[in-house]
């Protein structure tokens, strides 16, 4: 069989030499490139061959197709996604999206050398730990105070520096799994520390606790605040200041996982209302932990506070090095905490907070407008409405917490509600929303002007 085309296909130097890729050069790398040409010209080959193809393009289109080809192969892995969710603290999404501040200080320490480890005044050795923390005891009241990488580390690090070879009283209430295989018991029989279950899943008195003390001879109380459910029904929990009065009764320290860290609330900011930091400090606890990004706004980090020769005990762990923070999650907590400094300029500048602080009228208000734009842009091909519904907090902060919101309601006239909350996810920047009775919804609480007219874009392009 003769095929010609096959003998006229430009040769891959031809190819390489077309301005289209001279002006890619400067944007991708060589060998992206040149494999992205190489796959172009395979394709057009096999086409040939099976009689798919029965002309060829001009070099110049071929050029830009593996251009195209190239641009896709070489996108990050860990993409942007818009979140129509309206789920603030969205575990899968990232949690909490930082503040500008925040994102300028990861990107100053990025690209040059920091006083990480340098003590400027002296003109040696420094210490990671003294960044921030003058900043969390100012603000939160605590003696002592240390960041490392997460929640997780914090909690592990605790129990390692504090309670290894001891016996630690938790109520069986509290005996949780956090998400992603890390469970209370499990995390404790690791860290050395011996587990003395108190009182039944519902029910705690205090009683269990001094029992576990003068009987069992538990040395440490800990307390987890069970942040990703809530217990209803018949049950009895207890507080943390009694626990704290029985702890130094007996002599025995009480440490508190507090899990998501609120530094305040204040309804009248927006700012919701549930346990905080300072909370657990004045009820007494001698160690608190909770994470960075989830209600604090911050980067992924875990902080610890408390008295100074626990928290000082755990900074001089080993362990300490294997969980220790690094420069760009420090830079971007001292700038989140800075912020707190105001609890009205938090408000407003913490995106987490921000959001969560969107009053039900300005979302309504926010919904009309876009369900508007988009059904004048979108005409029959899609029915749009602004209706109230009620969202959450997410990630493992307030469970139980119902945010009233309003969502703009998308009915697609010519294709199915799967279909297209499936063309939205697979889109170039990911629009990942909710379905709920045959309707795709998209919540404005966690969408921005950007955001929108990136959806904007999409639906146009993807609704037949
Ligand atoms: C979220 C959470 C953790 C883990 O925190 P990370 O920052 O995700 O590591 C630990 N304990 C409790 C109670 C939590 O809610």
New binding site residues.
């Given amino acids: 069989m003769d095929r010609p085309l096959l003998r006229q296909l430009p040769k891959m130097d031809a190819l390489l030499a077309c301005p289209a890729f001279t002006a890619a050069r400067e944007e991708l790398p060589y060998f992206a490139l040149r494999d992205a040409a190489r796959a172009e010209l395979d394709a057009l080959r096999q086409g040939i061959l099976d009689g798919s193809v029965e002309a060829l393009p001009e070099p110049d289109a071929l050029a830009a197709a593996a251009v195209v080809r190239a641009r896709t192969a070489c996108r990050p892995h860990l993409r942007r996604v818009i979140n129509g969710t309206g789920v603030v603290l969205h ?1 899968n999404l990232g949690r909490a999206p930082m503040g500008e501040a925040a994102a300028k200080a990861v990107y100053e320490t990025a690209l040059g050398y920091s006083d990480l480890e340098y003590d400027i005044d002296a003109g040696r050795r420094g210490s990671r730990f003294d960044h921030v923390e003058p900043l969390l005891r100012s603000l939160t009241g605590a003696e002592a105070a240390l960041a490392v990488n ?6 592990f690090l605790m129990l390692s520096a504090l309670a290894a070879g001891k016996k630690v009283a938790i109520s069986r209430g509290e005996l ?1 799994e ?2 992603g295989s ?1 469970r209370v018991p499990e995390i404790m029989a690791r860290s050395g520390a011996e587990l003395v279950e108190v009182g039944t899943t519902n029910k705690t008195h205090l009683s269990d606790y001094r029992r576990a003390v003068e009987e069992q001879g538990a040395q440490i109380l800990l307390k ?5 459910f809530k217990l209803i029904g018949f049950t009895e929990e207890v507080p943390l200041a009694d626990l704290t009065a029985l702890g130094r009764e007996l002599g025995v320290p009480v440490l508190h ?4 860290g609120a530094l305040f609330t204040d309804p009248a900011l927006g700012v919701p209302e549930g346990p905080t930091v300072e909370d657990s400090v004045k009820a007494g606890a001698d160690v608190v ?1 909770f ?4 209600l604090l706004g911050g980067p ?3 902080i610890a506070i408390g008295r100074k020769d626990l928290i000082g005990a755990m900074k001089r762990d080993q362990f300490a090095r294997v969980v220790r923070i690094d420069k760009l999650g420090l830079a971007a907590l001292e700038a989140t905490l800075r912020a707190y400094q105001d609890h009205a300029y938090a408000a407003a500048h913490i995106p987490v907070l921000a959001m969560l602080g969107a009053s039900p009228a300005e979302l309504e208000r926010q919904a009309r407008l876009r369900a508007g734009e988009l059904a004048a842009r979108l005409g029959d091909r899609c029915v749009l409405s602004a209706v109230p519904d009620v969202g959450e907090v997410g ?3 307030l469970p139980g917490v119902e945010l009233p919101t309003w969502v703009v309601e998308l009915r697609p006239a010519r294709m199915s509600v799967a279909a297209l909350e499936k063309a939205l996810r697979s889109w170039e920047v990911p629009i990942v929303g909710r379905v709920s009775h045959d309707r795709c919804l998209l919540d404005p609480r966690t969408l921005s002007a950007a955001d929108w007219a990136d959806i904007t874009a999409a639906l146009d392009a993807i609704l037949p």
């Fill in positions: 575990t997460n929640n997780a580390a914090a909690v949780v956090i998400g890390f987890v605040h069970t942040s990703n996982d507090l899990g998501s932990c994470s960075g990004d989830k992924q980090a875990g990630g493992g902060s």
